[in-house]
């Protein structure tokens, strides 16, 4: 596709349940990020993806937060057993990184709803 | 820890006028800095961008100064327009290899 593609782009959900939430990235880009945007908050790093090398996952707040990406293409982020402070819009952003200083391209977002 | 800082949560200027956002970083090893604009209900767009071999790039109304010595950066918008009202993040990377910062956005309004 032409963009960074997210899905679904609302998802509602109850306290307790397991949510999955997915990216594809650009064709092609080797970097991919997850953000987490609280209601007036800032861009909130989550987990980053760099071709082969081991994801850095400093970002994920609690280990009900977990990141998948199969080979330099489609990512899931998953949160398990969510939580009212989980509801964000959750951004995806890949980037081709070439060795020189390439911009990120971001998705739409999740927005993510934990009645 | 913050280490992109942007310390003004909004700001409003008037059409045509300049408008100035800062951000201040506190880690040495940043070496490239991102400017992104967002509107509500859609994803952050890539504005512009400055290598710290530089202090200064510009590109159309937009002008990114970099002082390294005082860890700080400045987004100047002239002239500034009503479509430019929107939330804007200033971001950091060390290595070509590292992640993003981001900051915590200022929203700028302009107003006709």
């Known amino acids: 596709g032409a963009g960074v593609s997210q899905s679904p782009s609302n998802k509602v959900t109850e306290k307790g349940k397991d949510v999955e939430l997915r990216c594809d990235p650009i064709s092609g880009h080797t970097a991919l990020y997850w953000y987490r945007q609280r209601l007036g908050q800032g861009l909130e790093f989550l987990i980053y993806f760099q071709g082969n090398s081991a994801p850095d996952k400093s970002g994920l707040p609690s280990d009900r937060f977990s990141a998948e990406r199969t080979g330099e293409s489609v990512s899931t982020l998953t949160i398990q057993r969510t939580q009212q402070e989980d509801s964000a819009v959750y951004l995806c952003a890949s980037s081709p990184i070439r060795g020189g200083n390439e911009k990120l391209f971001f998705g739409s977002g999740t927005q993510l709803s934990v009645l | 820890d913050q280490q992109v800082k942007q310390n003004s949560p909004s700001l409003s200027v008037q059409e045509g006028r300049i408008s100035i956002l800062n951000c201040d970083y506190t880690?040495?090893?940043?070496?490239?800095f991102l400017w992104y604009k967002k509107y509500p209900a859609e994803g952050p767009t890539f504005l512009i961008s400055i290598s710290s071999i530089k202090d200064k790039n510009e590109d159309g109304r937009f002008t990114v100064f970099l002082n390294k010595s005082a860890k700080h950066l400045s987004l100047h918008i002239v002239p500034s327009q009503p479509g430019d009202s929107a939330v804007y993040f200033c971001?950091?990377?060390?290595?070509?290899?590292?992640?993003?910062?981001f900051g915590p956005g200022t929203s700028l309004s302009v107003i006709p």
């Open positions: 880690n040495s090893m940043f070496d490239y």
């Open positions: 971001a950091a990377r060390g290595t070509s290899y590292d992640k993003v910062i």
